[in-house]
């Protein structure tokens, strides 16, 4: 029979196709699911809460925050606050807070008010995007506005957060606060407070917390060990880098170890542990791959480095797919080689790694232009330069000035100038220019030419209309093409 044609008010064909559309959801047949949807509404049977519930949580779960999120703003019905929650933690999962926020801002205008579940959800996505600021205001919000006292979720995550902030003082102030509302920290707590203490280099502090979190009752985990090694490794202090008994070290440990030791130097034992671990069936990652070629490039030992570099990256080692290096394993080779004074090897890593599809970074381009620009090759320097401002990458004053003061005879500087004018730059021209004029250097009438036409092109008329006035009183005459550009310029502006 059709729902309207029930004798009870609930008809049991909703029963019948809730429960479908359940089980199409719970295989993850979302389409299949939606299909019978639809179908139950052109039979004349309404879907209910439990229907709308169903199909929202399966879209959220899978990743579809904006269907879940157009199937709750179309239900006919008054949603529940699971509803609500389901679709704000799809949100959070998919790291789009700020839609997140605006769902949990439907809540009230829904006539419901947020609990803690929304609460938790909403501060554990902030934290994770690392907005502490947001996270501690929604927390202080929580109990202020709705009378919800926050839970052992809702600290940890802003203790773990406040932790990776760097402020330390924040995380033990809310760990004690958690204490005093008589919530008990739980081991991912501690082993939050506990790595914040290991970052600060306060390894005392942190073991003192070991202690406590035993005495709690809390077995630590590998977990918890590997957080304490690291901070007995960054210390340098290798002799507390060791797992106790009843503890298995896992690949992070030996990772962790191997990378201490580099630090140190000390590479004999680094690469015996590299070695070890690789017989356990526990190859390390890309980073100890780093510290290692990192160290051997420190020695000087580059054919050694190169070499390990190439087993990372071609699968030698028995890495199933092998590991793929990053801007940073690239740089440390990069910057080994310029120091030898091998820029023809650096720039082929830079292009092997571009080729990779691997963005170099700021770094990458500062070291590679000081290495060109001790070879004096300022040309390909200039080239490098240009393609670090279209990558987004801006170099350090150090790089910048090092530039300049090898291009302030004149000539280059100028060429450099155009360059930036050419493609709109004009924040960098500027710099060029006043870095040149600061080195007792004449503006010649090429480079105000360029100057004022970009300024012109860029909407700073009167910046080009300021280098117009001062190339006057300098005696040089704009060509037809700068004024031309001047009088488009004015024009936008409304002047004449």
């Not at 790291?95 to 554990?124: C, M, Q, W």
């Not at 919000?141 to 009378?147: I, L, Q, V």
């Not at 069936?281 to 791959?289: I, R």
Request: proline residues 4%; contains cysteine.
């Amino acid at each position: 029979c059709l729902c309207g044609d029930a004798p009870s008010s609930v008809s049991p064909n909703i029963y019948a196709y809730n429960i479908l559309i359940s089980g199409l959801c719970s295989t993850g047949n979302l389409h299949g699911a939606f299909a019978l949807f639809q179908d139950m509404e052109a039979r004349g049977c309404s879907p209910n809460l439990v229907t709308y519930n169903t199909l929202i949580d399966a879209y959220a779960k899978s990743g579809r925050a904006h269907e879940a999120l157009r199937l709750l703003e179309s239900i006919p019905l008054r949603p529940n606050l699971v509803i609500f929650n389901s679709v704000v933690n799809a949100f959070c999962r998919e790291r789009r807070l700020k839609e997140a926020e605006t769902v949990f801002d439907k809540v009230r205008l829904a006539g419901l008010v947020p609990d803690s579940i929304t609460y938790n959800t909403l501060v554990h996505g902030w934290c994770l995007e690392g907005n502490v600021h947001r996270a501690l205001a929604l927390h202080s919000k929580m109990a202020a506005r709705d009378g919800l006292v926050p839970n052992v979720v809702t600290y940890t995550s802003l203790i773990a957060a406040v932790c990776k902030s760097g402020n330390l003082r924040k995380a033990v102030e809310l760990f004690d606060k958690m204490r005093e509302r008589r919530l008990r920290p739980n081991g991912v707590t501690y082993t939050a407070l506990i790595d914040g203490f290991c970052k600060q280099g306060n390894i005392e502090e942190a073991y003192s917390l070991l202690l406590e979190m035993t005495n709690s009752g809390f077995s630590p985990c590998v977990i918890t060990y590997n957080v304490l090694i690291n901070g007995w490794c960054r210390e340098g202090r290798m002799a507390g880098s060791i797992c106790p008994k009843g503890i298995t070290p896992d690949i992070v440990t030996c990772c962790t170890i191997i990378t201490g030791y580099c630090k140190l130097g000390d590479l004999d034992t680094a690469f015996s542990l590299f070695h070890e671990s690789m017989d356990k069936g526990m190859p390390p990652d890309a980073v100890t791959y780093s510290s290692l070629i990192q160290g051997l490039c420190e020695e000087r030992r580059l054919s050694e480095a190169h070499h390990l570099f190439e087993q990372m990256v071609n699968n030698r080692m028995g890495i199933a797919g092998g590991l793929h290096p990053d801007s940073f394993t690239y740089t440390i080779l990069i910057d080994a080689y310029c120091r030898e004074g091998e820029v023809g090897r650096a720039l082929n890593l830079h292009d092997e790694m571009v080729n990779r599809g691997i963005l170099a970074d700021v770094v990458t381009y500062s070291v590679l232009i000081n290495g060109l620009v001790k070879k004096a090759r300022t040309k390909v320097a200039k080239q490098l330069l240009f393609r670090m401002f279209h990558d987004g990458s801006i170099p350090p004053e150090i790089t910048y000035d090092q530039l300049i003061g090898r291009w302030s005879d004149g000539d280059s500087g100028v060429a450099l100038m155009k360059g930036f004018c050419m493609k709109g730059l004009m924040s960098e021209a500027d710099r060029v220019y006043r870095s040149m004029v600061e080195k007792h250097w004449k503006p010649t009438e090429a480079a105000y030419n360029a100057m004022i036409r970009g300024h012109s092109r860029g909407g700073s008329i009167w910046k080009a209309l300021e280098l117009y006035r001062e190339m006057r009183g300098s005696g040089y005459i704009p060509n037809i093409i700068s004024v031309i550009a001047l009088i488009k310029g004015l024009s936008y502006e409304g002047r004449s």
